[in-house]
C-alpha cells in the first residue's frame, strides 16, 4: 500500500513540475496569440492565478486591438474566482468605465456590486464596503432596468440594507448598555440619548425594516431610563415623552412581548406626571 501511495506522490510530483516549466515556458514567450490562448485555456481549466497573472500583461498589450474587451472583462473574472475581490472590483469598474456599451457591459456592471458584496464585513466592523457595494447594485439597476442579474442584484441590495440595519441595531444596543456609564460622553449627552437618536434616524431611514419593534423597544426602554435620571427642571418632560412613546409602543405593537413592560412604564409615568 506504501509503494502505490509513493508512486502516486511521484506522478502528482512530475505533472506538477511539467505544469509549472509550461506556465514559465508560456510566461516568458514572445508570441502574444500563444499566451493568449493559454490565459483562456488557464481560465477555463480553474488555474485562475496563473490566468491573472497571463492577462494583466496581455491587457496592456491588446489594448487597442479586437481582444482587448475579452483580455480585461477575463482578467477581473479571473481576479474575482481567485477570491481577490478589491482588484476584481478595480478591474469590473475599469471595464465599465472604459466600454459602457461593450459586450460585457452588464456583466462587468454586476459583478462591481458582486465583488464589493463578497468583501463586506461583519456587521460590528466598519461598513464602507457595504456602503459601496449597496451604491453600485443600484447603479446596476439604473443602468440595466431589466436586466437577467435584475432579480440577484434586488436581494443583494436587501440582505445589505438589512447588515447596516444590524450595526445601527447593535450600536444603539450598547449604547442602552451603557446606560448611565458617562465616561464615553466626553461631548456631553448620555448614552440613553444617543440610543434614542441612533434608533430613531435608522427608523426615518428604513421605515418598513423588520427590526422596527426591536429599535421601538430600545426608544421606549431608553426614554424611560432617561426620565429616570433627569435634572429637576426637565423631569416632567421627560416622563411625558416616556409616556406617548408606551402609549405609541402599545398602539404599533399590540402583541409584542414588551407589552408589559410598556404598561409598567405607563402606571409609573402617570404617577410622577399626575395623569393618573
Request: aromatic content about 14%; charged content about 25%.
Amino acid at each position: 500500500m506504501k509503494k502505490y501511495a509513493f508512486i502516486i506522490l511521484i506522478v502528482c510530483a512530475t505533472l506538477l513540475s511539467s505544469c509549472a516549466a509550461e506556465f514559465n515556458r508560456v510566461y516568458k514567450s514572445n508570441d502574444i496569440n500563444y499566451k493568449y490562448e493559454f490565459a483562456k485555456e488557464c481560465f477555463a481549466n480553474g488555474k485562475f492565478n496563473q490566468a491573472v497573472v497571463l492577462l494583466q500583461e496581455l491587457v496592456t498589450i491588446q489594448k487597442g486591438t479586437d481582444k482587448a474587451q475579452e483580455c480585461l472583462y477575463m482578467l477581473a473574472m479571473a481576479q474575482y474566482c481567485d477570491r481577490d475581490y478589491e482588484s476584481a472590483s478595480a478591474t469590473f469598474k475599469k471595464y465599465f468605465s472604459s466600454y459602457p456599451k461593450g459586450i460585457f457591459a452588464e456583466q462587468a456592471c454586476f459583478y462591481i456590486g458582486q465583488s464589493l458584496y463578497q468583501s463586506t464585513p461583519e456587521p460590528r466592523l466598519d461598513q464602507t464596503a457595504t456602503v459601496g457595494a449597496i451604491n453600485a447594485y443600484q447603479e446596476f439597476m439604473d443602468y440595466f432596468p431589466e436586466s437577467s442579474y435584475k432579480e440577484r442584484a434586488q436581494k443583494r441590495l436587501y440582505e445589505l440594507q438589512d447588515k447596516l440595519i444590524l450595526k445601527e441595531y447593535l450600536s444603539a444596543k450598547l449604547y442602552y448598555t451603557l446606560g448611565d456609564y458617562f465616561g464615553n460622553c466626553i461631548h456631553g449627552g448620555s448614552n440613553y440619548e444617543a440610543c434614542i437618536v441612533t434608533s430613531e434616524n435608522t427608523l426615518k431611514t428604513y421605515p418598513f425594516t423588520s427590526m422596527r419593534e426591536d429599535f421601538a423597544v430600545l426608544i421606549m426602554k431608553s426614554k424611560y431610563e432617561l426620565a429616570q435620571q433627569s435634572v429637576e427642571e426637565k423631569r416632567i418632560d421627560r416622563y411625558r415623552e416616556a409616556e406617548d412613546e408606551c402609549y405609541a409602543f402599545i398602539n404599533e405593537f399590540p402583541e409584542s412581548a414588551e407589552r408589559a413592560t410598556a404598561e409598567k412604564y405607563l402606571q409609573k409615568c402617570k404617577k410622577i406626571t399626575g395623569d393618573i
